[in-house]
T-cell receptor
Framework: GQQVMQIPQYQHVQEGEDFTTYCNSSTTLSNIQWYKQRPGGHPVFLIQLVKSGEVKKQKRLTFQFGEAKKNSSLHITATQTTDVGTYFC????????????FGQGTELSVKP | NAGVTQTPKFQVLKTGQSMTLQCAQD?????MYWYRQDPGMGLRLIYYSASEGTTDKGEVPNGYNVSRLNKREFSLRLESAAPSQTSVYFC?????????FGNGTRLTVT
């Protein structure tokens, strides 16, 4: 079946370093969504990308959607301790309405 | 406006016991979801409901049943719990994008 893969699984950085997580789908996606889950919390929506090659920024976070609409990335510039958590990408299942499947997530830890 | 409310927050079951996880949303959303979260596995879709009275299997439906009796509520039932069902369960709802998640139920099956 359709799969959404995310790498790396874990990333440990020093505060101030940059961080990137990558998301790859086995099929073309109509859109891709990114969520953040703080330790002990629930996933919270960050952003949705819809267009091929789209790039969106939220302060220090930059989100990209690949030209083929099968991959995406999230880049954080100059990480802060508040960035700690697990970042998930998610995409709709092809031809199955509103079903949304998630990647395995990238857990980010930031050392002060 | 409470958003998505899940009960209980924690539960311990013995193998073979049954239980129902409750989820309710007050945002008038059409779609509701049940996911389970396990270390290294991300969020895996158990069941999905596009609207009241309709349900559809997700990635990992075996061992679970669901009920969407009205627009607000979407329950998840474990008929005979197994240790492999130890997990954190999240309910979510949406009207398009984005998903709004509840706070989760941490279930342990011994």
């Amino acid at each position: 079946g359709q799969q959404v893969m995310q790498i790396p699984q874990y990333q440990h950085v020093q505060e101030g370093e940059d961080f990137t997580t990558y998301c790859n789908s086995s099929t073309t996606l109509s859109n891709i969504q990114w969520y953040k889950q703080r330790p002990g919390g629930h996933p919270v929506f960050l952003i949705q990308l819809v267009k091929s090659g789209e790039v969106k920024k939220q302060k220090r976070l930059t989100f990209q959607f690949g030209e083929a609409k099968k991959n995406s990335s999230l880049h954080i510039t100059a990480t802060q301790t508040t960035d700690v958590g697990t970042y998930f990408c998610a995409g709709p299942v092809y031809n199955q309405g509103g079903k949304l499947i998630f990647g395995q997530g990238t857990e980010l830890s930031v050392k002060p | 406006n409470a958003g998505v409310t899940q009960t209980p927050k924690f539960q311990v079951l013995k193998t073979g016991q049954s239980m129902t996880l409750q989820c309710a949303q007050d945002m008038n959303h059409n779609s509701m979801y049940w996911y389970r979260q396990d270390p290294g596995m991300g969020l895996r879709l158990i069941y999905y409901s596009a609207s009241e009275g309709t349900t559809d299997k997700g990635e990992v439906p075996n061992g679970y049943n669901v009920s969407r009796l009205n627009k607000r509520e979407f329950s998840l039932r474990l008929e005979s719990a197994a240790p492999s069902q130890t997990s954190v369960y999240f309910c979510a709802s949406c009207l398009g994008t984005p998903l709004h998640f509840g706070n989760g139920t941490r279930l342990t099956v011994t």
